[in-house]
């Protein structure tokens, strides 16, 4: 069971950018395919995007695509989502998961909030 530990969000202003970062306890994580998702206030969780393992193919959500960037380096075990130019709508909770997402809650990580305010 692979334990996961999201970092990097705050509260910043609009335009700003932002490098989040999850960090995995797995040593399978380098085998895994892995994702982004991220849960507004009173909304589901939704698929932000995913990479393969070994990294060479990552794909994103139409309402991201090109200004997200999900990345990981399996040898330190992380995985990384470059927000950009972020607009207070952005406001949510951004999670690290398996893909396809593990169904039980409880086995997420605490998640990293983004706040986008002036």
């Known amino acids: 069971q692979v334990h996961l530990v999201e970092s990097g969000g705050g509260l910043v202003q609009p335009g700003a950018s932002l490098r989040l970062s999850c960090a995995a306890s797995a040593r399978t994580f380098s085998s895994d395919d892995m994702a982004w998702y991220r849960q507004a206030p009173g909304k589901e969780r939704e698929y932000v995007a995913g990479?393969?393992?070994?990294?060479?193919?990552?794909f994103y959500a139409d309402s991201v695509k090109g200004r997200r960037t999900i990345s990981r380096d399996d040898a330190k075990n992380i995985l990384y989502l470059q927000v950009n130019n972020l607009k207070p709508e952005n406001t949510t909770i951004y999670y690290c998961?398996?893909?396809?997402?593990?169904?039980?809650?409880?086995?997420w990580g605490q998640g990293t909030q983004v706040t986008v305010s002036s």
């Open positions: 990479i393969r393992s070994g990294g060479d193919d990552a």
């Open positions: 998961d398996p893909y396809p997402a593990r169904p039980d809650p409880r086995d």
